[in-house]
């Protein structure tokens, strides 16, 4: 999810959806982004590694 000024702010991924929406048997007509979208966003450069990647997710869980 991107703000009106550009800010990323939350993601949503296909298993989300379904785990959240579909599984649930929720009407995806009547749930916003908002409600299930992952935030805030944890970022990382595109030239971190994997083990840096992975150890910033391990303590902001």
Not at 5 to 16: L, S
């Amino acid at each position: 999810m991107i703000t009106k000024e550009g800010k990323p702010v939350g993601i949503i991924v296909d298993y989300v959806i379904a785990a959240k929406v579909m599984l649930k048997d929720r009407n995806p007509d009547e749930i916003n982004v908002k409600e299930i979208m992952s935030s805030p966003l944890i970022t990382v450069g595109s030239d971190a590694s994997v083990e840096e990647a992975s150890g910033l997710l391990a303590r902001r869980a």
